[in-house]
């Protein structure tokens, strides 16, 4: 044998002896750990597997409220969106209490409705654009029970220049001063509407019978400049 082999044979008898070593005084360690990432990773799986399948559940109730409501079964929906409301995973506890709110309002509750709305609004659970949408509603609903002050408050924070809802804010602003008697005010938001290029064709076409309206009463933009 020459002296290279016998080397290389002492070393590897030497390897040996140390990895037995090492097993010995980790192996039990080595062991947990393997079986910790396992089950780990099961439990990852699993909570996976039971967040799918409650959303999944929780949007089929969702959808048969919403059925419910379509074929004029409002009371029925409302029971399971209550139920939703308190026990549905993810955002769905806020998509029914808006649909709830949503109902209120069909049934001509506005009072009731609005006070859902504001529950949602003043919620910081809830996502940013469901508190949004639930205070944009509950103002839209305010211009025909409250005055023009609740009106403002809840809608104009939505009427800056670039904001997603500022159009249907702008709206409700404006036809709640023309209710108030503030015509000229009453223009401002229907002409911001108007000349808004991002507006949709629908809502200018409103701001824009809303300006003849002014028009006909003597208000106009020109009168309001000069």
Known sequence: MSDDSFIREVNE???????KDLWERYGKWLIAAAVAIVLATAANRGWDY?????????GDKFMQAVDLSNQGKGDEAIKILENLASEGSGQYPALAKLR?????AAGGDNDLAIESYDEIA??????????????LRA????????DLEDVTKRLAP???PGLPYRHSAREGLGLASYKAGKLS????????IANDSDA????RNRANVMLDLLAGKGITQEKASG
């Not at 103002?139 to 409250?146: E, I, K």
């Not at 005010?185 to 911001?192: E, G, M, N, R, T």
């Not at 949709?200 to 809502?203: E, L, S």
């Open 13 to 19: 008898e030497l390897r040996q002896d140390q990895a």
């Open 50 to 58: 039971y967040s799918t399948s409650v959303a999944a559940e929780s």
């Open 158 to 160: 939505l009427s800056d």
């Open 122 to 135: 003043n919620d910081t659970s809830f996502n940013e654009s469901f508190r949004t949408i639930a205070q």
């Open 200 to 203: 949709g064709a629908a809502i």
């Open 185 to 192: 005010a009453a223009l401002k938001w229907f002409d911001a």
């Open 139 to 146: 103002g839209l609903l305010a211009v025909d029970v409250n």
């Open 100 to 104: 709830i709110a949503s109902e209120l």
